[in-house]
């Protein structure tokens, strides 16, 4: 039986200027390696980036970062994504899987970074826990944001809306969900993907019927962001978006 939520963990979130990702430019990301003991690695990264373009007051409002504040603070996007490359390309090497809550929003930001400013990427096994925890305990009732999911799990999340502290909850709400559920522990990160996007498209098709109107069923990345999708060629190759 596998017990790869117990071993060390990538955890990943950003802070952007809006929900477009072929628009909207990231201000805030963490990449943080956690080690089974919980122990936060020195080789994570976390910082503001200077997006180069205004920043709306409700995104302002929302993480706290205003556009004059990014431009004192923050470092160059293309230097942000070289941070995330190296610890992203080093977990794929140890086969660590990369944690995302809502990958549906945050990866598709990184791989229209990665084509705006050619930087290259080896694709990581994703593991969102907000579909884990849709698909464990579909009937639930109540909130899925990660301020809710967190404190159902008994995980601490110190700030909502900054990247380092929504990454580290991330983490910790994933190895909740292994030991809690067997479903969860006994399949492997890489067998994991195809499951995930099934769950995925299960809870979009339900909510959608629920709602009468579409709901995007792509997972890791939503079908109206496929044109980012260039993963044509082996996972242990480096790609470059040209």
């Known amino acids: ?3 790869w939520t117990q071993n060390s963990l990538l955890s990943f979130d950003l802070e952007t200027t ?22 936060v690695s020195d080789e994570s990264w976390d ?20 556009t004059e504040r990014a ?13 995330m490359a190296r610890l992203i390309d080093e ?4 086969g660590v899987p990369m944690v995302i809550y809502n990958a549906p929003f945050d990866w598709p930001f990184v791989l229209a970074e990665t084509q705006r400013h050619g930087v290259t990427l080896r694709r990581p096994d994703i593991i969102d ?15 899925r944001k990660l301020e809710a999911v967190a404190a159902h799990y008994g995980c601490n999340l110190l700030q909502a809306h900054d990247a380092r502290s929504d990454a580290i909850a991330a983490a910790a709400i994933v190895r909740a969900q292994g030991a809690r559920y067997a ?52 996972r242990a190759m480096k790609l470059r978006f040209d």
């Open 71 to 83: 431009r004192l603070e923050g470092v160059a996007p293309v230097d942000a994504l070289r941070h």
């Open 47 to 66: 910082g503001i980036v200077n997006p180069g373009v205004q920043i709306p007051p409700g995104a302002s409002n929302i993480h706290g970062i205003t």
């Open 91 to 94: 977990a794929v090497e140890a």
């Open 129 to 143: 826990p907000l579909v884990l925890d849709r698909a464990m305990d579909r009937y639930r009732r109540g909130s």
């Open 183 to 234: 479903d969860v522990r006994a399949v492997a990160p890489d067998a994991l993907q195809p499951l995930q996007a099934k769950w995925h498209a299960e809870h979009a098709q339900s909510l959608s019927q629920h709602l009468g109107k579409p709901i995007d069923p792509g997972w890791p990345l939503p079908t109206n962001a496929s044109a980012l999708d260039r993963w044509q060629e082996p």
């Open 18 to 39: 809006g929900l477009n990702p072929l628009e909207d430019r990231i201000v805030q990301a963490a990449v943080v390696l956690i080690a089974a003991d919980g122990t």
């Open 1 to 3: 039986m596998h017990q």
